[in-house]
């Protein structure tokens, strides 16, 4: 949350990235097969998930608390609690403990799984961390959670299935990527403002820390990052890559 820091998975290691200066830190071999990343909300560490295990990597002093996980996870979030993690399994959406603030020896331990009725798939958080948006698979319809009470209190149809999920600054907008397009959901009202097709398939999802652009990540026909208006999803260009990005992350600075 310094807004400058990322945090990279490159292949079996964790690096630090300033994207103001450029500098990258010295990477830390993990100790597990991470397939996913975040960053915890302390502004200092990265938490890594596999299959079997995860790891909680304190970057600034490159210390590792590592335990095991068995929730075969498929998204995480942050918690605004920074010993706990929101991880996306096949029963739920898991409050997972990180071992750290008090709470050693915990590490890995499930506090509480909260079903939603169907597997989760893409799952987003908004940036207070009041709300999880998740995909149940499926079903066409998006979860909303509160994260304080850990229950579901709302479900929104959208008629298509998400593949990727956003969040706007400004918390009124979400934005699900689908294999079609881009469709814009008021949050508010829970009305389908609009619905766009793209010139490939939707693999992840991003809006711009102004909520001016909304960023996603194209596979299938056209490989590349489609730049859209956050207003009226209008294509303003398309930067092409050689190969499908999996994953867009945006930093602010």
């Known amino acids: 949350n310094d807004r400058r820091t990322v945090y990279a998975l490159d292949g079996g290691a964790v690096v630090a990235v300033d994207v103001v200066t450029g500098r990258v830190g010295e990477p830390i071999v993990l100790q597990v097969e991470a397939t996913v990343i975040a960053a915890n909300r302390d502004g200092r560490s990265a938490f890594v998930i596999c299959p079997t295990g995860a790891e909680q990597i304190d970057l600034a002093e490159r210390t590792r608390l590592r335990f095991g996980y068995e929730g075969r996870p498929s998204a995480i979030a942050a918690s605004y609690k920074h010993d706990q993690m929101f991880v996306a399994t096949h029963d739920g959406i898991d409050l997972v403990y ?3 603030s008090g709470h050693h020896g915990r590490g890995g331990q499930v506090a509480y799984t909260i079903p939603l009725g169907a597997p989760p798939g893409a799952m987003a958080m908004n940036g207070s961390g009041t709300r999880i948006y998740a995909v149940a698979r499926g079903t066409g319809v998006v979860v909303v959670v509160d994260t304080e009470q850990l229950v579901v209190v709302d479900r929104i149809r959208l008629g ?41 398939r939707a693999m992840d999802i ?41 994953r867009i992350l945006v930093a602010t600075y």
Do not use: H, Q
């Not at 909520?211 to 056209?222: H, I, M, P, Q, T």
């Open 98 to 100: 990180l071992g750290t």
């Open 160 to 200: 298509v299935e998400a593949t990727a999920l956003a969040v706007d600054a400004r918390e009124s907008r979400l934005y699900a990527g689908t294999a079609d397009g881009v469709v814009l959901l008021d949050l508010p009202s829970k009305e389908i403002l609009r619905r766009v097709p793209l010139p490939g």
């Open 206 to 246: 991003a809006v711009s820390p102004n909520a001016d652009e909304v960023y996603v990540a194209l596979g299938g026909a056209r490989l590349g990052i489609a730049v859209l208006s956050a207003t009226d999803l209008a294509i303003e260009r398309v930067i092409d890559l050689d190969a499908a990005p999996a």
